[in-house]
């Protein structure tokens, strides 16, 4: 007679585990517009110039409708193609952007302001607003001194990444956001090795004269030079210079 084998175990589920989140691609924008905002937003003050590769990793779009639309971003003039393949920002860029900085109108008002309280306090101040979840460097005076923290104007910085800036231009666009009632409450926000280490910054709110939040104002150096004293006095400094430029660091009502 036939033998009568005993059934087999189960076969044993694959021992490969799914790619890691982080490691899988970006899911790429539906709209055609959207796709090609995309794109432009890979383009930094570190990554200014761009692989078609690159390009593909970062947006998780395929290579044959990134060339269409590089293409059509090259043919008016809002990016440059190099030699060596790579894609950059063009001249058309620079004109929107010289149109937003008009018709914002704080240049002139804001950069005495800027240049005052740097000289006063000798460390680096700039001026931040609120991009989406991103904080962008509008205006800055970068300190002369040596061991400095230097801020180039455009750097758009993540909110959730800190920065007494960052505190503040939630605190008054956020209401529910950590801290906010307690920035609201003191009027500046103070960090210490937050965002970066050895980095301490201050930063106040920018009111306009009609009582509209504008943005933060950070002054900002190394851990060392920075006393909790120091910090409160540029708080004072930024405050008086504000005002002499038809600004407040106060919301109406107080």
């Keep these: 007679m036939p033998v009568k084998r005993m059934p087999t175990s189960k076969q044993r589920p694959s021992t490969v585990s799914p790619a890691p989140q982080a490691l899988r691609a970006p899911t790429p924008p539906l709209g055609v517009l959207e796709r090609g905002l995309c794109v432009l937003a890979c383009f930094s003050r570190q990554q200014p110039r761009l692989h078609l590769r690159e390009l593909a990793e970062a947006t998780g779009l395929d290579k044959a409708t990134l060339l269409r639309l590089l293409a059509t971003f090259v043919r008016y003039g809002y990016l440059q193609r190099f030699e060596d393949g790579r894609y950059a920002p063009g001249p058309a860029s620079l004109r929107l952007s010289g149109i937003y900085l008009s018709t914002f109108n704080l240049a002139d008002r804001l950069q005495p302001v800027l240049a005052r309280v740097m000289q006063l306090t000798e460390e680096t101040v700039a001026f931040y607003i609120r991009s989406g979840d991103e904080r962008v460097c509008l205006y800055r005076d970068n300190t002369p001194r040596g061991v400095a923290h230097h801020v180039e104007v455009g750097n758009r910085i993540a909110l959730a990444d800190g920065g007494s800036s960052a505190h503040v231009l939630l605190a008054y666009t956020d209401g529910a956001a950590p801290n906010a009632a307690e920035?609201?409450?003191?009027?500046?926000?103070?960090?210490?090795?937050?965002?970066?280490?050895?980095?301490?910054?201050?930063?106040?709110?920018?009111?306009?004269?009609?009582?509209?939040?504008?943005?933060?104002?950070?002054?900002?150096?190394?851990?060392?030079?920075?006393?909790?004293?120091?910090?409160?006095?540029a708080v004072d400094i930024a405050a008086r210079e504000l005002a002499a430029q038809g600004f407040s660091s106060q919301p109406p009502g107080r």
């Design 183 to 233: 920035v609201r409450a003191k009027g500046y926000w103070i960090t210490r090795n937050e965002r970066l280490p050895d980095l301490a910054s201050v930063a106040l709110p920018v009111f306009e004269g009609d009582g509209r939040f504008i943005g933060a104002l950070v002054v900002i150096g190394p851990s060392s030079r920075q006393t909790t004293a120091s910090q409160v006095a």
